[in-house]
């Protein structure tokens, strides 16, 4: 993936909560085999029914619970694939937190002023490094953890990492930790 | 130290600080294609081919197609398909169309003894936390993090913080597994247990059966929750034993795996208690699996923009009594609700009557297997008999990836697990329910108390 370091531009503001990934990317647009191209579904029924309008611009600023329900990494892929480089709510949903961050989609968890802040002000500016993001609204500090922060200021690769280790795996499957569970290819 | 379940399997399965083993990988088409293309490109292998097994599911077709080739939809055709290249490609066991095997990937795993107590098990779907009935460690990981276990048989974990949720008192008559955990979420929310291995404990949850504790770990996802767990007893050695899967030597296993119930005294980040003897049917009103009431109640006054709009979309007005809902469709299937148990529990209210003849009504059992078992039971004469429908194994309309959908404006009573906006099909209006209360619904053609049938 690209590494993540200033992610600057418009805002765009989709101002509801607990948006589900069923939203983000409906199930028809799961049957591809490609990893590419899904961001002309986006939001597909809200955007086509007008519930919603959305600019594809480089940060999208959300609410609270953003990305529940299904754990498709169809809905980071498309988001990003419509423009989105960083997402910016309250609270995200578990698996839709760890997809963004395997793909380079930069999630960012502020309060809830603080977002509505950012989403008037229209423009902003986030550094991972320094794990702030500027705007018109003044500056604010986020958290994120700093083995993912790695991750995503480098573009390092999750499997090229592990690999790396893959010593600490062999003696792990040596001493025996391998040994539970089923055996698949004999049934 | 005292321990929990949580805390045992996580520190067994440590390769590394941050990097956790697996140990059976659970496979489907849909968030699989694009892991194997990544391998492809590397150059990569599946590592432990022997601890991964697919089938295909979420593009099935239930009308009997039997075999890929066949699936008229041609999308659905070429992502089975090339699963099916994909396994043989890599050398992964699969149980695709047409094997007496296939069926709802959080069905089979257990149907086969593959789901054991003390493993980690992963899937590309969220309601992997199903396997967690049995004392695993089970979480749904999105396609790179397939790759990644494809490639390494590891994953790489944050450790998530404890919750313990604790039931006690006595189920009333007609009160499932699938209200406790409706209830739960209702009162903790659909974020509620955000960040957490979620551990289901208490009396109430030791008496319940396998498929029970099943539906309950299944919605563990849509409280936030990361994985959800119930310790492993006597009910669990039982439904492993004997299975395709289960281990040679059976009592060191039992053995091994009675030493996994979280040690009397082990802290948990959070602690929850049920009254479960205090809870009733449960039927969501809204458009999330938390916006949920008693069937006795009336869908409530909006408190929020949310629920205003969720309204507005379920075409339901305040102060309405869920028992005057009308209902077009009634559908009892799903990895939360298609093991036999859940088809007997509902062919029970369904005996010697028939359905509604305001709407249309479906039953689709989780796998080949679980059709078969029904059918030697006569449990679809019973289903046909009343006028339901009675299909092939598949997710079917839990999620509308195949031909079964609900059109612009249905009303259904449903036994799966999501009432997302459009999730059976667009337009369409998901209440969730038991199924007992789906069944009764069917037949009297809206929502009843399924305590006021004997």
């Not at chain 1, 309250?90 to 760890?98: E, L, N, R």
């Not at chain 1, 902003?124 to 700093?146: C, H, N, P, Y």
């Not at chain 2, 909006?302 to 009594?321: F, V």
């Not at chain 2, 209210?349 to 989780?366: Q, Y």
Request: with cysteine; aromatic share 6%.
């Amino acid at each position: 993936m690209d590494p993540v370091e200033i992610i600057e531009g418009n805002v765009s503001f989709l101002d509801r909560a607990d948006v589900d990934t069923d939203q983000i990317i409906p199930k028809q647009f799961l049957k591809r085999v490609e990893r590419t191209g899904f961001g002309e579904f986006l939001f597909y029924d809200w955007l086509r029914d007008g519930e919603i309008e959305l600019e594809p611009n480089p940060i999208l600023v959300t609410g609270p619970n953003f990305g529940s329900g299904s754990s498709r990494e169809h809905a980071p892929w498309a988001l990003q694939d419509f423009g989105f480089r960083a997402i910016i709510a309250p609270s995200f949903a578990d698996i839709f937190y760890g997809n963004c961050t395997k793909v380079g989609l930069l999630p960012v968890i502020l309060g809830d002023k603080d977002c509505r802040a950012i989403a008037d002000a229209g423009l902003a500016r986030i550094d991972l490094d320094d794990q702030t993001v500027d705007s018109a609204a003044g500056v604010v500090r986020f958290e994120i953890d700093e083995e993912i922060k790695h991750r995503l200021f480098y573009g390092l690769d999750d499997i090229a990492m592990t690999l790396h280790n893959a010593a600490a795996i062999d003696s792990f499957e040596a001493a025996g930790g391998a040994d539970r569970g089923p055996v698949t290819t004999s049934l | 130290m005292a321990r929990t379940m949580f805390d045992k399997i996580w520190s067994a399965h440590e390769v590394a600080d941050g990097l956790i083993y697996i140990d059976l990988h659970l496979v489907h088409e849909v968030t699989s294609p694009q892991a194997f293309d990544g391998l492809r490109l590397e150059g990569r292998e599946v590592r432990r081919p022997d601890k991964t097994v697919a089938t295909a599911d979420h593009n099935v077709p239930t009308d009997g197609t039997p075999a890929a080739r066949l699936i008229a939809d041609e999308l659905s055709r070429v992502q089975v398909e090339t699963l099916e290249r994909n396994c043989e490609e890599f050398g992964v066991p699969i149980y695709s169309i047409g094997s007496e095997h296939q069926g709802i990937v959080h069905v089979i795993g257990p149907e086969l003894g593959l789901t054991q107590p003390g493993l980690t098990i992963v899937c590309g779907d969220s309601h992997t936390s199903t396997h967690g009935a049995f004392g695993a460690l089970a979480f749904g990981i999105g396609t790179s993090e397939v790759e990644h276990v494809l490639a390494t048989q590891c994953l790489v974990q944050k450790r998530p913080k404890t919750m313990r949720i604790s039931y006690s008192g006595e189920l009333g008559h007609g009160v499932t597994a699938k209200d406790m955990i409706l209830a739960t979420i209702g009162r903790l929310g659909t974020g509620g247990m955000a960040g957490h291995a979620v551990e289901y404990a208490g009396p109430t949850v030791a008496g319940l059966t396998m498929e029970n504790r099943m539906t309950i770990c299944n919605m563990t996802i849509e409280g936030g929750g990361r994985a959800g767990m119930i310790a492993p007893d006597q009910t669990t050695f039982e439904w492993v034993e004997g299975r395709p899967g289960a281990p040679a030597d059976f009592e060191a296993a039992v053995k091994d795996w009675s030493g996994l119930p979280t040690d009397d005294g082990a802290q948990f980040d959070t602690e929850v208690e049920v009254d479960a003897g205090s809870l009733s049917p449960m039927v969501t009103w809204g458009t999330t699996p938390g916006q949920v009431v008693e069937v006795t109640g009336t869908v409530p006054e909006p408190a929020t923009e949310p629920e205003e709009r969720a309204l507005r979309y379920m075409d339901l007005e305040p102060g309405r009594a869920i028992q005057e809902i009308q209902l077009d469709r009634v559908f009892i299937g799903s990895c939360t609700n298609s093991r036999i148990g859940d088809l007997r529990e509902a062919a029970s209210i369904v005996e010697g009557r028939k359905v509604a003849s305001t709407l249309s009504a479906m039953v689709v059992p989780g796998s080949a297997k679980v059709k078969a078992e029904a059918e030697a039971e006569g449990l679809d004469e019973v289903f046909r008999a009343a006028g339901f429908d009675w299909r092939s194994a598949g997710c079917s309309m839990c999620l509308g990836m195949n031909p079964d959908t609900l059109s612009p404006g249905e009303r259904c009573a449903s036994t799966s697990n999501r009432n997302f906006e459009g999730r059976q099909g667009k337009g369409g209006r998901t209440h969730l329910v038991s199924p007992k209360m789906a069944a009764a619904a069917a037949i009297e053609g809206r929502f009843v108390d399924i305590r006021d049938w004997a």
